[in-house]
């Protein structure tokens, strides 16, 4: 069946760094757009990151870019999250999704993600 399982989320101090993971199988992982997206705590949920099937092209939201860099290895059906310079207002569960138009719109559990003092 599918699987989209995220890690490497944490607590993390202000100005520090972590590295999300999804592991995907059940589907044909090469073939779906993958995002990262997250929801904090009473806010609606948003999309962080997104790369295309081959990674040829990425789309981050304003409040990311420079500090988040989204990659994709499809020889080991994964993708990744690479968070910099973190700060308190990207604590939020993060998730994995997985898209092919008409085709499957997949989600991970999630992996929480904070950042305090």
């Known amino acids: 069946q599918v699987q989209l399982v995220e890690s490497g989320g944490g607590l993390v101090q202000p100005g520090g760094s972590l590295r999300l993971s999804c592991a995907a199988s059940g589907f044909s992982f090469s073939s779906y757009e993958m995002s990262w997206y997250r929801q904090a705590p009473g806010k609606e949920r948003e999309l962080v990151a997104g790369?295309?099937?081959?990674?040829?092209?990425?789309n981050y939201v304003d409040s990311v870019k420079g500090r988040f860099t989204i990659s994709r290895d499809n020889n080991k059906n994964s993708v990744y999250l690479q968070m910099n310079s973190l700060q308190p207002e990207d604590t939020a569960v993060y998730y994995c999704?997985?898209?092919?138009?008409?085709?499957?719109?997949?989600w991970g559990q999630g992996t929480q993600v904070t950042v305090s003092s």
């Open positions: 999704n997985a898209r092919r138009l008409w085709i499957g719109n997949y």
């Open positions: 790369i295309t099937r081959t990674g040829g092209s990425t």
